[in-house]
């Protein structure tokens, strides 16, 4: 059973910074592809960043040139780094992985979840 458990989480200003960290358990991290999504209260889920488990890297417009995934499966674990957030990146973050080592943006796709970090940027 693969374990999946977010942090880095909290209050952050308008154009500030934070690192989110997921650490994975009960699988060979590197062999997967990974990825972010996030959701807001009253919306659905949005994709953020996936990394697949050949190195390829994809982030969504909506967070283009502002966050950056990245992974170290030394330390099974995956990052995600906000840099200038604004109100609107303000969510709960979910990490996700499944048993394929490409991913897609289709949640569906994604076999295991952690509980999700919150994150609230203020104005």
């Known amino acids: 059973q693969v374990h999946l458990v977010e942090s880095g989480g909290g209050w952050v200003q308008t154009g500030g910074s934070l690192t989110l960290s997921c650490v994975a358990s009960g699988s060979t991290f590197s062999r997967y592809c990974m990825a972010w999504f996030r959701q807001a209260p009253g919306e659905e889920r949005e994709r953020v960043a996936r990394?697949?488990?050949?190195?390829?890297?994809t982030g969504a417009d909506s967070v283009s040139g502002r966050f950056r995934i990245s992974r170290d499966n030394a330390k099974n674990t995956l990052y995600l780094r906000l840099d200038r957030v604004k109100p609107e990146d303000s969510a709960m973050y979910y990490c996700?992985?499944?048993?394929?080592?490409?991913?897609?943006?289709?949640?569906?796709?994604?076999?295991?979840w952690g509980q999700g970090t919150q994150v609230t940027v203020s104005s």
């Open positions: 990394f697949d488990s050949d190195g390829t890297i």
């Open positions: 996700a992985t499944t048993d394929f080592k490409r991913c897609n943006w289709s949640d569906g796709w994604y076999k295991y």
